[in-house]
């Protein structure tokens, strides 16, 4: 396997916080860094670097509103750009990216290899900041999930079963599918008028048609469609032979038609609503504005996609632009839109299936005003009520057009209650001239009775067959959906499982680390686990009583450990272009019981991975020191950000004393008196620790924050307990030390409360009491200290090494 | 990846079963598959593989589910 790309060497200039040149050197052997640096020192400037060198941007900037123009450092003069620069131990990927005040970046080493460097990596998580990793705990299951397919390369599948799904939910709300159903409707409807029973099937239907052949004198049984089909056009060219017939059957024709026609009043009802709640959408600004958004992203996209315009620039201000980002944004903002556009959609679904209705009415309609029809049938002014009509079809078509078309308010007026009534009672005078004409061409109630027969026989051909033929297109819609469900059931299946295996590997790793870290806890089997409804949650056992969401019971700190452990089991499985990781300032306030194990973790479980370790807590700054092998780790620190100089990088003296000293040298006593109350706490806090001190329980990360004040009075409680060190000069330097305590608070804080700065010689004295106070608990022949894991079991006095002193 | 089968892998072996099942158009099968072969699996791509399908069926195609 090709080996795992590590950095050698991290160069910035006037990127972010940082101003002149400064570099973060790995050396030849890529070794894993542990910067420290006070809040606004400037750490994060290197994560951004290296973010925005990986992805071409910074996601918390964005995220607050920030753009590309936030990553120029303020004091940078045009026209010097921004640079950030990495070295790797694979040479050939060494580059530059520089930042252009024109817009986008350019590199300096264009190769193919690097290209496909970048593309892998940007496939990999490998920053974790403070305030994201907790980001994916606190989200809902459904993003949950959608994260960690992103994560593990399943975003093909995710497309797959959308557009599957697209597909299948298109087709069952399908306008013409839809149509189809309405139209069988109307003729089943028209069938159960003809033969009288309801519901029925087709043999009703046959065994009626033949009983009115019987009627008819026809030699030929109708058994099936097709003699329905047969025997009817049969018993229709004997009608027609006749004048008496043709004419009879044309009259028929024009019933029909002035029966059609009067579905036009309920099709303007219709037609009315769709038109009010269109213009009520209009008035709401924000659905409007969505959907013509929707519409430039859409033409956007295909643009891009299609290539018609110029990759690297922006099609609308032909400014610099990376393509692909463009692209991603543009499809982001199409999804996050859907929402507002859902009651437009329908409304445009609506218009879509009015003009179905619309084309039978204006034909129906328009027939009544042939010649033929006006000279035989029509009375003037029947024909004048009729013939504005027409027209008003045309100005229909024309408003459903622009509703289709834009989601602007339309002006519409139609015809009145008064103009509609007028076509009704046309309509129907014309349907009792037609029947007064049929009964004067039949002359006997038998030839009545044989005309009436064969309408009707025809009349049921006709809409049998029709309602034949639309059972026929449903059934082929029907059959591809039931189709395309089951592929997408089965999708969905096989999804799951390949989900499964990744997420039980990952959850074996998010239990061993969080485990490790929070040792002595009673938690396990820390698992991800699919939930119903397509999400993600974790679950895990507590106290033996299985827990999910774990936000239920956690504290802060340990759903930070969730965060922290879950990325790095994701790192572990999906990272494997890049063998380094930055976590920045990810130990809080409330993770200091845990943030000695998190270092021994990273030590112990990931021997080959390179760190980039960022804090501003100096005690656990030190405690690294201690904790990670000198040999892979260096120790770095920032010098107060300033704006003429921007960030800079000192080396890092290794103990928390030597960086009080070097605070006194370079004259910064609030630093020092800082630095001091913090080695105040971390000698306190380790003393009790090692004696096994009892202190007043607190609940969750209340534990953490205990002060020194709180320390001595609990570790004298102790030494009162056992009569331990109770000598005068013993009991001055406990208190010299809550002197020295109260004193480093004020130090730090003189400013706010308004009294006389500490000077070096304080500090100096305070560093002497704490040496001294240190020294009580140390055996001046062995020279360790006294510690519970030397002494014997329950043993309420605790022992040095050599055994030599008892506390 | 290795130790999972990748997103890609899965499809590909997904789309590769359906083949020859009786309960599933194979039609729709092949359209599926030759859209998903040429990176076209769209919902829009599909839909109109889908018309067709059933504007070769008005012409006369028999049904092969």
Same mark, same amino acid.
């Given at each position: 396997?090709?080996?795992?790309?590590?950095?050698?060497?991290?160069?910035?200039?006037?990127?972010?916080?940082?101003?002149?040149?400064?570099?973060?050197?790995?050396?030849?052997?890529?070794?894993?860094?542990?910067?420290?640096?006070?809040?606004?020192?400037?750490?994060?400037?290197?994560?951004?670097?290296?973010?925005?060198?990986?992805?071409?941007?910074?996601?918390?900037?964005?995220?607050?509103?920030?753009?590309?123009?936030?990553?120029?450092?303020?004091?940078?003069?045009?026209?010097?750009?921004?640079?950030?620069?990495?070295?790797?131990?694979?040479?050939?990927?060494?580059?530059?990216?520089?930042?252009?005040?024109?817009?986008?970046?350019?590199?300096?080493?264009?190769?193919?290899?690097?290209?496909?460097?970048?593309?892998?990596?940007?496939?990999?998580?490998?920053?974790?900041?403070?305030?994201?990793?907790?980001?994916?705990?606190?989200?809902?299951? @459904?993003?949950?999930?959608?994260?960690?397919?992103?994560?593990?390369?399943?975003?093909?599948?995710?497309?797959? *079963?959308?557009?599957?799904?697209?597909?299948?939910?298109?087709?069952?709300?399908?306008?013409?599918?839809?149509?189809?159903?309405?139209?069988?409707?109307?003729?089943?409807?028209?069938?159960?008028?003809?033969?009288?029973?309801?519901?029925?099937?087709?043999?009703?239907?046959?065994? #009626?048609?033949?009983?009115?052949?019987?009627?008819?004198?026809?030699?030929?049984?109708?058994?099936?469609?097709?003699?329905?089909?047969?025997?009817?056009?049969?018993?229709? @060219?004997?009608?027609?032979?006749?004048?008496?017939?043709?004419?009879?059957?044309?009259?028929?024709?024009?019933?029909?038609?002035?029966?059609?026609?009067?579905?036009?009043?309920?099709?303007?009802?219709?037609? +009315?609503?769709?038109?009010?709640?269109?213009?009520?959408?209009?008035?709401?600004?924000?659905?409007?504005?969505?959907?013509?958004?929707?519409?430039?992203?859409?033409?956007?996209?295909?643009?891009?996609?299609?290539?018609?315009?110029?990759?690297?620039?922006?099609?609308?201000?032909?400014?610099?632009?990376?393509?692909?980002?463009?692209?991603?944004?543009?499809?982001?903002?199409?999804?996050?839109?859907?929402?507002?556009?859902?009651?437009?959609?329908?409304?445009?679904?609506?218009?879509?299936?009015?003009?179905?209705?619309?084309?039978?009415?204006?034909?129906?309609?328009?027939?009544?005003?042939?010649?033929?029809?006006?000279?035989?049938?029509?009375?003037?002014?029947?024909?004048?009520?009729?013939?504005?009509?027409?027209?008003?079809?045309?100005?229909?078509?024309?408003?459903?057009?622009?509703?289709?078309?834009?989601?602007?308010?339309?002006?519409?007026?139609?015809?009145?209650?008064?103009?509609?009534?007028?076509?009704?009672?046309?309509?129907?005078?014309?349907?009792?001239?037609?029947?007064?004409?049929?009964?004067?061409?039949?002359?006997?109630?038998?030839?009545?009775? #044989?005309?009436?027969?064969?309408?009707?026989?025809?009349?049921?051909?006709?809409?049998?067959?029709?309602? $034949?033929?639309?059972?026929? +297109?449903?059934?082929?819609?029907?059959?591809?959906?039931?189709?395309?469900?089951?592929?997408?059931?089965?999708?969905?299946?096989?999804? $799951?499982?390949?989900?499964?295996?990744?997420?039980?590997?990952?959850?074996?790793?998010?239990?061993?680390?969080?485990?490790?870290?929070?040792?002595?806890?009673?938690?396990?089997?820390?698992?991800?686990?699919?939930?119903?409804? $397509?999400?993600?949650?974790? *679950?895990?056992? #507590?106290?033996? *009583?299985?827990?999910?969401?774990?936000?239920?019971?956690?504290?802060?700190?340990?759903?930070?450990?969730?965060?922290?452990?879950?990325?790095?089991?994701?790192?572990?499985?999906?990272?494997?272009?890049?063998?380094?990781?930055?976590?920045?300032?990810?130990?809080?306030?409330?993770?200091?019981?845990? *943030?000695?194990?998190?270092?021994?973790?990273?030590?112990?479980?990931?021997?080959?991975?390179?760190?980039?370790?960022?804090?501003?807590?100096?005690?656990?700054?030190?405690?690294?020191?201690?904790?990670?092998?000198?040999?892979?780790?260096? #120790?770095?620190?920032?010098?107060?950000?300033?704006?003429?100089?921007?960030?800079?990088?000192?080396?890092?003296?290794?103990?928390?004393?030597?960086?009080?000293?070097?605070?006194?040298?370079?004259?910064?006593?609030?630093?020092?008196?800082?630095?001091?109350?913090?080695?105040?706490?971390?000698?306190?806090?380790?003393?009790?620790?090692?004696?096994?001190?009892?202190?007043?329980?607190?609940?969750?990360?209340?534990?953490?924050?205990?002060?020194?004040?709180?320390?001595?009075?609990?570790?004298?409680?102790?030494?009162?307990?056992?009569?331990?060190?109770?000598?005068?000069?013993?009991?001055?330097?406990?208190?010299?030390?809550?002197?020295?305590?109260?004193?480093?608070?004020?130090?730090?804080?003189?400013?706010?409360?308004?009294?006389?700065?500490?000077?070096?010689?304080?500090?100096?004295?305070?560093?002497?009491?704490?040496?001294?106070?240190?020294?009580?608990?140390?055996?001046?022949?062995?020279?360790?200290?006294?510690?519970?894991?030397?002494? %014997? %079991?329950?043993?309420?006095?605790?022992?040095?090494?050599?055994?030599?002193?008892?506390? | 990846?290795?130790?999972?089968?990748?997103?890609?892998?899965?499809?590909?072996?997904?789309?590769?079963?359906?083949?020859?099942?009786?309960?599933?158009?194979?039609?729709?099968?092949?359209?599926?598959?030759?859209?998903?072969?040429?990176?076209?699996?769209?919902?829009?791509?599909?839909?109109?593989?889908?018309?067709?399908?059933?504007?070769?069926?008005?012409?006369?195609?028999?049904?092969?589910?």
């Amino acid at each position: 396997m090709e080996q795992r790309v590590k950095l050698k060497r991290l160069v910035g200039e006037g990127f972010r916080g940082i101003f002149k040149r400064v570099w973060l050197d790995f050396e030849d052997d890529c070794k894993s860094l542990v910067l420290f640096g006070n809040n606004g020192d400037g750490k994060s400037s290197f994560s951004d670097a290296l973010e925005w060198f990986f992805t071409d941007t910074i996601d918390a900037l964005q995220r607050e509103g920030c753009g590309r123009e936030d990553y120029f450092n303020d004091a940078l003069p045009k026209p010097q750009e921004p640079v950030v620069e990495l070295s790797f131990n694979r040479n050939n990927l060494d580059n530059e990216k520089i930042l252009q005040w024109e817009g986008g970046y350019r590199y300096s080493n264009n190769i193919e290899e690097f290209r496909k460097y970048i593309e892998s990596s940007r496939k990999e998580s490998f920053i974790l900041r403070y305030h994201t990793m907790r980001a994916f705990v606190d989200k809902r299951k @459904k993003d949950k999930l959608e994260e960690v397919e992103e994560i593990i390369g399943f975003k093909i599948i995710k497309e797959t *079963r959308q557009a599957l799904l697209r597909a299948l939910n298109s087709l069952k709300s399908s306008t013409q599918l839809t149509s189809y159903r309405s139209l069988l409707n109307e003729k089943g409807e028209a069938i159960v008028n003809i033969i009288g029973t309801k519901p029925f099937i087709g043999d009703d239907v046959i065994s #009626f048609a033949d009983g009115l052949r019987k009627q008819l004198g026809h030699g030929g049984p109708i058994s099936d469609e097709d003699t329905l089909k047969s025997v009817t056009d049969e018993l229709d @060219k004997k009608v027609k032979i006749t004048q008496k017939g043709e004419q009879i059957a044309w009259l028929e024709q024009i019933r029909q038609n002035a029966s059609t026609s009067k579905g036009i009043p309920t099709f303007l009802d219709e037609l +009315k609503q769709v038109l009010t709640s269109h213009n009520r959408l209009a008035s709401q600004r924000e659905k409007v504005e969505a959907s013509a958004l929707d519409k430039l992203y859409k033409a956007g996209v295909e643009a891009l996609e299609e290539g018609w315009v110029k990759a690297g620039e922006c099609p609308l201000c032909k400014r610099p632009i990376d393509t692909d980002q463009l692209l991603e944004s543009l499809k982001k903002e199409i999804e996050s839109i859907q929402g507002l556009l859902e009651e437009r959609n329908k409304t445009v679904e609506q218009v879509k299936l009015l003009r179905y209705r619309i084309r039978p009415l204006k034909e129906s309609l328009s027939s009544l005003l042939e010649d033929k029809v006006k000279e035989a049938l029509l009375a003037p002014h029947q024909f004048e009520t009729l013939k504005s009509w027409p027209d008003l079809f045309a100005r229909w078509g024309e408003l459903m057009d622009k509703v289709e078309a834009s989601p602007e308010s339309v002006v519409f007026e139609l015809p009145l209650a008064d103009s509609q009534n007028a076509l009704g009672t046309t309509l129907t005078q014309i349907e009792e001239t037609i029947e007064s004409k049929k009964t004067s061409l039949a002359e006997t109630e038998e030839e009545k009775r #044989f005309y009436q027969g064969i309408e009707t026989l025809k009349l049921l051909r006709d809409n049998y067959l029709r309602l $034949r033929e639309f059972e026929g +297109k449903i059934g082929v819609y029907e059959r591809q959906i039931s189709s395309l469900e089951k592929i997408h059931q089965k999708f969905e299946e096989k999804e $799951r499982d390949g989900l499964s295996q990744v997420l039980e590997a990952i959850s074996k790793n998010v239990n061993e680390y969080f485990k490790f870290l929070h040792a002595g806890e009673d938690f396990d089997q820390i698992e991800l686990v699919l939930t119903e409804g $397509r999400g993600l949650e974790f *679950r895990l056992k #507590f106290y033996g *009583r299985s827990i999910s969401p774990p936000l239920k019971v956690l504290s802060e700190s340990h759903l930070n450990s969730f965060g922290i452990s879950l990325f790095l089991a994701s790192a572990k499985h999906f990272n494997k272009t890049n063998g380094f990781l930055i976590l920045d300032d990810v130990v809080s306030s409330f993770d200091v019981n845990h *943030r000695r194990s998190l270092a021994r973790l990273l030590r112990e479980r990931f021997p080959d991975t390179q760190f980039l370790l960022f804090t501003h807590d100096d005690l656990w700054f030190d405690l690294l020191k201690q904790d990670l092998p000198s040999n892979h780790w260096l #120790f770095k620190e920032l010098a107060k950000w300033s704006h003429e100089n921007g960030v800079e990088i000192i080396e890092s003296p290794m103990s928390l004393r030597e960086r009080i000293q070097y605070c006194l040298d370079t004259n910064d006593i609030n630093g020092a008196a800082n630095k001091c109350r913090t080695l105040i706490e971390g000698t306190l806090k380790q003393i009790c620790e090692d004696l096994g001190v009892r202190l007043e329980y607190r609940s969750r990360e209340g534990n953490d924050r205990r002060e020194a004040r709180e320390l001595i009075d609990g570790l004298a409680a102790y030494l009162k307990a056992n009569q331990s060190l109770r000598e005068k000069e013993n009991k001055l330097l406990f208190s010299d030390l809550k002197a020295d305590q109260l004193l480093t608070n004020i130090g730090s804080h003189h400013r706010n409360l308004g009294v006389t700065s500490l000077g070096r010689g304080d500090i100096e004295v305070i560093l002497r009491d704490i040496n001294e106070f240190e020294n009580l608990f140390i055996c001046q022949d062995c020279g360790k200290p006294v510690r519970k894991d030397y002494s %014997p %079991p329950n043993s309420k006095l605790k022992q040095c090494k050599c055994g030599k002193l008892w506390i | 990846m290795g130790e999972f089968q990748s997103g890609k892998e899965l499809c590909d072996q997904f789309f590769e079963s359906l083949t020859g099942r009786k309960d599933i158009d194979q039609r729709i099968v092949m359209l599926l598959r030759n859209l998903y072969s040429e990176g076209k699996l769209t919902g829009d791509d599909i839909l109109q593989g889908l018309e067709d399908l059933r504007a070769q069926k008005e012409d006369g195609a028999e049904s092969q589910t």
